[in-house]
């Protein structure tokens, strides 16, 4: 995830991604992503976008994902444990 700023639909459309680093490329809202994200990952991403709103630097805990077989949970995932 990349906060490239807004960006047009032209702009979007020119972004060349490198195929052995990415394949999709996506913008939605910060809500939409909730469900796709690993539960730690999205609650980061949260309070980045709360310290870039208030301009107050965010404190971001420790890397210990709840995990399950696949690997980190998302919110979804969490939310049928």
């Not at 690993?38 to 995990?67: C, H, L, N, Q």
Request: net charge negative; glycine share 8%.
């Amino acid at each position: 995830m990349f906060d490239g700023g807004r960006l047009t639909d032209e702009q979007l459309a020119s972004i060349v991604l490198a195929p052995e680093e990415h394949d999709e490329l996506r913008a939605m809202p910060l809500e939409q992503w909730q469900a796709l994200m690993p539960v730690k990952d999205f609650d980061r991403v949260t309070a980045v976008m709360e310290a870039r709103r208030s301009g107050v630097a965010a404190y971001i805990g420790t890397w210990d994902w709840a995990t399950g077989p696949d690997g980190p949970l998302t919110h979804a995932e969490e939310a049928t444990q």
